[in-house]
């Protein structure tokens, strides 16, 4: 039964990839639209700490407050 199952998933995930592949449109990204106006590129250095280094940043600052405002609440065990 489990190899029945797996047969299944993997069909049922194989299918809705192929399906997004399928429908979704190419970007376009040669094609300009009325009032386009791009920036410079972007360096991979750039890109780099703007798509990897900003989030991890931002996820630790976060993880830090939490931790902070957590340990703040504990009251010391009387005992």
């Known amino acids: 039964m489990d190899k029945k199952n797996a047969l299944r998933a993997g069909a049922l995930a194989s ?3 192929l ?3 399928l429908m979704s449109s ?3 990204a040669l ?6 106006d791009p920036g410079p590129g972007l360096s991979a250095i750039d890109t780099i700490g703007l ?4 989030p991890l940043a931002i ?3 976060i993880a830090g407050l939490v931790i902070l405002g ?3 609440r504990k009251q010391p ?3």
């Open 70 to 72: 957590d340990k703040s």
């Open 26 to 28: 190419p970007a376009l």
């Open 31 to 36: 094609t300009r639209d009325d009032g386009d």
């Open 51 to 54: 798509f990897v280094v900003a």
């Open 77 to 79: 065990k009387q005992g």
């Open 19 to 21: 399906m997004m592949l």
């Open 59 to 61: 996820f630790a600052i």
């Open 15 to 17: 299918g809705t990839t």
